[in-house]
């Protein structure tokens, strides 16, 4: 595709349920990003993948959060049993080797 | 990790100004990018400049790598320039961004 896509763009859920982001990197691209935005903050690090390896996990908060990327393109990220301090802008990166990191338009998550 | 310091933390022009904006950081660092996060949300690349002056219509960056910092100019601002801006060094070999905090740059008309 042209840009990197996110869905969905926004997730409303109730604390206690588990949720899916997808992240649609651009075709070609070998890195894939996953970070998470507070609001008045800039984005932070939760994880990365090379294909499909997880060659960085350090920054996911806990063991509630986990990602994957199956076949080397689309990845989800999964939040498990969500909490309110979850809440926050998911974005999602890709770039190609030694390239500029391209954001897709994130996904907005709200944990009533 | 590396620590990132953008300064200032925020900034009022009329339109047709011109700004700096500063991003110091703490370590050597492979790259850095700079992005302007517009109302709406998005995150839009600026440059990407591990070293050296590039420029883009109004808009230039200067990185100084040895010094650990980068600059952002602005020049004759317009209302569409508003929104936050965030520098972001890289300093893995796999690419992982450290934001700083953002300089949150309102234009007026």
């Known amino acids: 595709g042209a840009g990197v896509s996110q869905s969905p763009r926004y997730k409303v859920t109730k604390r206690g349920q588990d949720v899916a982001l997808r992240c649609d990197p651009i075709?070609?691209?070998?890195?894939l990003y996953w970070y998470r935005q507070a609001l008045g903050q800039g984005p932070e690090f939760l994880t990365y993948?090379?294909?499909?390896?997880?060659?960085?996990k350090s920054g996911l908060p806990n063991d509630r959060f986990s990602a994957e990327r199956p076949e080397g393109s689309i990845s989800t990220l999964t939040i498990q049993r969500t909490e309110q301090r979850d809440s926050a802008m998911y974005r999602c990166?890709?770039?190609?080797?030694?390239?500029?990191?391209?954001f897709g338009p994130g996904t907005r998550l709200l944990v009533l | 990790g590396i620590q990132v310091e953008q300064s200032p933390p925020d900034l009022i022009l009329q339109e047709g100004a011109n700004s700096t904006l500063r991003c110091n950081f703490s370590?050597?660092?492979?790259?850095l990018q700079w992005f302007h996060q517009n109302p709406w949300g998005q995150l839009i690349n600026l440059f990407y400049i591990p070293s050296g002056t590039k420029q883009n219509g109004r808009l230039s960056a200067t990185t100084v790598a040895t010094e650990r910092y980068s600059l952002l100019y602005i020049s004759s601002s317009q209302t569409t320039d508003s929104g936050v801006y965030f520098c972001?060094?890289?300093?893995?070999?796999?690419?992982?961004?450290?934001f700083g905090q953002g300089t949150i740059l309102t234009v007026h008309p």
């Open positions: 972001a060094p890289e300093g893995t070999s796999y690419g992982k961004l450290t």
């Open positions: 990166a890709s770039k190609s080797s030694g390239q500029t990191q391209y």
């Open positions: 075709s070609g691209h070998v890195s």
């Open positions: 370590d050597s660092v492979n790259n």
């Open positions: 993948f090379n294909y499909e390896a997880q060659q960085d």
